[in-house]
Each structure stands twice: as structure tokens, then as C-alpha cells.
């Protein structure tokens, strides 16, 4: 019996959620689902975006089945209780260093993409980003009074970036295996001609490269490939970067698609053991309606069942049944077009568990 | 009688500034122009990318115009030694902390973009991104042994973000003028939900917000940024970010509009003292062939005489020229499509000079 936690959170969490325990049952698979509120939903009900009680139900499974989190109504909220935080926390508490973000254009799905078709049309990228270091945790950090710079004695915000040695081979490690599994090409992104932590980073990774000849590893600088995406992205393989770079960078793929509502995720530390998450957000302004899709996180369920689970078989049925669904002609509003379907979260994920 | 730094630099610099320089001696004005060389080049005739006699002429002059620096040839060097230090140099310098970079698409180009021409047909965006300050410049930085972290006692590289209170302030006057002379829309991109210094930075653009009640502002989170500028480019007008946000956000835009080779830049001081550039590198791949587009170039030392020396009339009738050249359908390669003749860089700058 593996244990799950299941964490919908806020906006279209809960219902995105639904769908998809409704297709793991679907799946009749040895696993236990145990529930608990995070995000605004958690600091309403427990005062904190992630109570105790939730942080231990993540830590004691096998894996973290996660919705969305955020709302515009939390934003007066001082920081530590905004609900992000308790994605930020489950990360670090969990040692998720190795964020897995698929960038991928279903042929289907190919005219919902700003590019022109031709420019998206099978593009399947994977980018991964280090997840639990970088400027998103190092100390110091806060607000002071400058003591140099142009305007010593005024007030100053101000953070550190950082990565180690070893933060920098295990994320490297990662990346070149998960290019060996594909094709072999690897792209590190950083900002070497400015920074120190970037001159590191491509150092090691290329230090690191030695252990993996059969890939052809490629450093490009973060401005670089934010244009390269949008010009060539067929031209990209794996793509590994840092925490701050990754951020930006997996958004503007996935965006690249035009179909980010089928783009699932998954967080992993050094056993595998990993929270899954679709890749878009929690859209508080359709969360209700029942028109969100739910895809992105039947596809995390199937990323969790092959990464973490070890449940291969189970992870491709799903697989199947997204494609064949598709093949039908299904399609929520946000990627619905002429001539297609428009079904309900409920229909999208009912219709899936038929397909399985 | 206004004195110009004219720094061509390295890989197609010498050609594309060759052109501007034409339309400017064209246009007769009291313009006496000095020549120095400037990242690999001044590396190679003087020992370092910024020789002193360089920045002396810079910091003497009314404005400069500058061609690109960068060469793969120069990859082995140390840091401090390479071409893009001399930028960074001059930017610091010369105090240029408001870069302006227009990301405008062409009618006649729109074809040229990797986006579906009904999303960028007219689009006009102006991207303000701070140039002095942030993680390009923040001290401490530097490699060292981690004392917390992940991994205690191993080698770090670290840098440091940080931005006071004035730098925000005046940044944000810049940004919030410069929508009011547009479509009085400004986005602020920041990282608040994460980084300190975004919370700072948020909060002083709110507060300067006061000064501006006619312009529209918002606050966009940088990964939200990145995907808006591919899903919908035309819903900005002005955007305003801190330098390494701005670097990557402003090349992102630039990309989007196809045409990167017609996009000035200018970076400008407390006094309007600027620097000119075009938005595209040194591409040393295409170097003396002869092929490179000079209108990027030739639109800064418009924006050069409007911004720093006002002769707004003078670069109105550059820009007119540029346009007319395009309506006659002359192109270099980087943007000929079916239907439009080929030119060369220097037929490009001749019709240039013709239709002034
Ligand atoms: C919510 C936010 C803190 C988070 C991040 O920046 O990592 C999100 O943008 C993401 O990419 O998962
Ligand atoms: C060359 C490099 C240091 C520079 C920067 O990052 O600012 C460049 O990318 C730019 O945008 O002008």
C-alpha cells in the first residue's frame, strides 16, 4: 500500500483534484489517499498556509499530489502566511531539489500556441530546474540601511544568490541522465559574463559532463535562451538550469505551447520520492465554474505513478486515455476550438476514466 | 558643436556603425564625432575592453554610440578582461541607469516574427529596465566555503540583489513619465512573492504611483511576465523592471517582434546623457560579410539626437527614412521574405541616406 497526500488547495485546485483521484481509482492501484487543506485554504482553516498536520502527512507519503495555491484575497497577507509559501516550504522541507517541467505541444492542441504551428508542432522540451536553492533561500536576505552603493543610508532590500558544488552535481547528475533517456542534447542556462554564482555553476556543469560523452551539453546565457525559445524552441532537448532562471524560463515554454492546462509537473529529492503539480496556477478567477481542465494534473498523477511509485504500466494507461480523449475531440474552454467538444472538468475527467 | 563617443566594437560593430555614421554626416549637423575602440578590440590594441582613453572620451561626450561587443574568441579570457565588461564598465561609469528598449514590430516585418501575426501586427511595447544596479553590481560576491546552506564546508558562489529606496524611486519617475507620453499603462515586474528587494521594489513604485494618478499600474510577478509577453504582447505598454529581470524580459520582447535587427536601445543618465545601442549582439558568425542590418543601429543615433542632443527634427527624419526604405521594400537578409529585395549593409545605409 503506498500513501498519498493529496493537498487541492485553492481557486481550481479542489476540482483539477477531484478529477484526477477520480481517474487514480479509476486505476484500482494499492494506494492510500489521505487529504489535507494547504495554501489560503489551510491559513483559513488552520491559520497557516502549511499547518504542522500537513507538512507531516507530505513527509510520512510516498508521494504529494499537490492542486494550486494562491488567491488575489491572501494578497494583504504578510509574506510567511501568503499561501505560496507552502509550496516554497514543501520544498525545502522535502528536499525537492529537481523540478521536472515538460514543455510539450499535443498535435491536437498545435493552433491554441501564439507561434506560428510550424515553429510548435511536435515540440517536446523538458526543462529542469533546481528547486530548493539559488536566491529563493539563501541568506542573508531583508531589508537594511545601504552602506555603500549609489545611496549609502538609504533603506535597501536585498537577497543572496548562491549554490554549492555538490547543489550544482546532483542537479547536473540529473540532468545529463534524464538527456541520456532522450536526445542527448543538454542546454545549461546561466549568466556567467555576470555572476559569480553563475561562473560556478557553468564550471561544474561542465566538470560534470565528463561522466556523460555521449551527451552534447551547450551553455547559453538566460537572456539568450528567453529569445531562442521564442525563435527555435524545436531546437531545445533537456534544458537545465538554477531556481531563479528555471522560473522564468519553464513558464515562457510552457506558455509557448498555448496549452499549459495539459502540462504537468513533478518536484523530486535524491530517492524519488517527489510532489506533482500541473504546471499552471490556481486561477481564482474560473475557479467554480467547473470549466478549468483538468489534465495537467491527471498527467502529475501519471508522473507520480512512473517516478515515484514505480507503477509504469499505470502511468501509461493514463497516458493513453489523455491522448484518446483528445483523439475524441474533448476540450475544456482553454483549449477548445471550432469544430471540437467543449466539456465540463467533471466531463473531461469522467470521460478519461472511460477511456482507461 | 556636440561631441559623439563613436565605439563600433567587435564582430559586425565596425559595419553597422559605418552606416549610422553616413546618415548622421548626411544630415549635417554640429556633431564632431570621435572614434575609440571598445570591448575585444580595445582588448586586443590596448589590453583591456574599457581602456581609459575610451572611457575619457565617453565621459567627455554629449552622448555615445556604440556598436556591440562579444566574440567567442574571447570566451578563455578572465572575466574582467572580456568584451562584455566594457558595457558593464561604461554603464557604471557613466551612471546610465534608465535603459529604454522599444520592442516595436513593423507592419511590413510582421511576417517575420515567430508569433501569429494578428498577436504582434502593431505591436509597440517599451520595456524600461534599470541598468546600474540589482545583482549586476551588488556586493559581497564572490566564491567562498558555505558556512549554512545545503552543504556546510563546501566550495559557493554567491552574488547579491539588492535595490534602495532612490534607485526604485527614480527608476519608477522615469517609467511612470514615460507611459504618460504613451498609452499611460505601466506594469511593474518583480519577484515579490519570493525576493525582498521585489518587495521593496513593489512597494516604492506604489508609493511614486501617487505622484502619477492619470497612468494605469500593475504589478505582474516576473514568470507571469514572461508568459504574458508570449500569450498576449499587446496588452503592455510600458514596463518597468529591475536590471536582471529587465536583461532577460527585454530581449524575450525584442525576439517577439521577429525583428530584433531594427530595435534600438537607449541608456540614459540623471542628465539625459545616453549611451546608444542596437538591441542585438555582435554576431561575429555573419561578421564582414556585409549582410548585417544597420537599421537597429541607424534608429539609435535617432533616439541619440532626440533623447540626449535635441534634434528631435533631425531623428524624425532618420525615422521617416527608415520607414520609407522599408515601404520600398529594401531588406537585409535577417528580415527579406519573398516579394522584397536583398541589400547589403551598406546599400542598406546608402537608401538610408538617399531617402533623407
Ligand atoms: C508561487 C511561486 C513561489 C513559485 C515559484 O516561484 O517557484 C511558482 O511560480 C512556481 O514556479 O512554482
Ligand atoms: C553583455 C551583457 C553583460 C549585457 C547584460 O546582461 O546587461 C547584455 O545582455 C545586455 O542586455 O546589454
Request: glycine share 8%.
Amino acid at each position: 500500500m503506498k500513501k498519498i497526500a493529496v493537498l487541492p488547495g485553492d481557486g481550481i485546485g479542489p476540482e483539477i483534484m477531484a478529477e484526477a483521484v477520480k481517474v487514480l481509482k479509476a486505476l484500482d492501484l494499492p494506494l492510500q489517499l489521505d487529504w489535507a487543506d494547504v495554501g489560503g485554504k489551510a491559513y483559513e482553516t488552520a491559520g497557516h498556509p502549511l499547518p504542522p498536520a500537513t507538512l507531516k502527512l507530505a513527509q510520512e507519503a510516498d508521494a504529494v499530489l499537490f492542486g494550486a495555491v494562491g488567491d488575489w484575497k491572501y494578497d494583504k497577507l504578510e509574506r510567511s502566511l501568503r499561501p505560496e509559501q507552502a509550496i516554497l516550504g514543501l520544498r525545502k522541507a522535502l528536499g525537492l531539489f529537481a523540478n521536472f517541467r515538460p514543455a510539450i505541444c499535443y498535435e491536437q492542441l498545435t493552433h491554441a500556441s501564439s507561434l506560428k504551428p510550424e515553429l510548435v508542432a511536435g515540440l517536446d522540451i523538458l526543462i529542469i530546474r533546481e528547486l530548493t536553492g539559488d536566491i529563493y533561500f539563501g541568506q542573508p536576505r531583508g531589508r537594511r540601511t545601504a552602506v555603500d552603493g549609489h545611496f549609502p543610508g538609504s533603506e535597501e532590500g536585498f537577497d543572496t544568490m548562491r549554490y554549492s558544488r555538490p547543489e550544482i552535481e546532483r542537479i547536473a547528475h540529473v540532468a545529463f541522465q534524464a538527456a541520456r533517456k532522450r536526445n542527448k542534447r543538454l542546454t545549461s542556462v546561466d549568466k556567467a559574463n555576470v555572476l559569480e554564482t553563475s561562473q560556478l555553476w557553468k564550471d561544474v556543469v561542465t566538470e560534470v559532463h565528463k561522466d556523460y560523452p555521449d551527451v552534447e551539453l551547450d551553455h547559453m546565457y538566460v537572456d539568450n535562451a528567453a529569445m531562442q525559445l521564442v525563435k527555435a524552441p524545436k531546437k531545445f532537448d533537456v534544458v537545465v538550469t538554477g531556481n531563479m532562471f528555471g522560473d522564468i524560463l519553464s513558464d515562457e515554454a510552457a506558455m509557448l505551447t498555448g496549452s499549459i492546462g495539459m502540462l504537468p509537473s513533478a518536484s523530486l529529492d535524491v530517492n524519488n520520492k517527489g510532489l506533482y503539480e500541473p504546471s499552471h496556477g490556481s486561477a481564482p478567477d474560473i475557479a467554480g465554474n467547473g470549466i478549468a481542465n483538468p489534465l495537467a494534473t491527471i498527467l502529475s498523477a501519471a508522473m507520480m505513478l512512473k517516478f515515484s511509485l514505480n507503477m509504469p504500466e499505470a502511468a501509461a494507461r493514463i497516458e493513453a486515455a489523455v491522448e484518446s480523449v483528445l483523439a475524441q475531440g474533448l476540450r475544456t474552454a482553454d483549449i477548445w476550438s471550432e469544430g471540437t467538444s467543449k466539456v465540463t472538468t467533471l466531463e473531461m475527467g469522467d470521460a478519461v476514466v472511460k477511456a482507461i
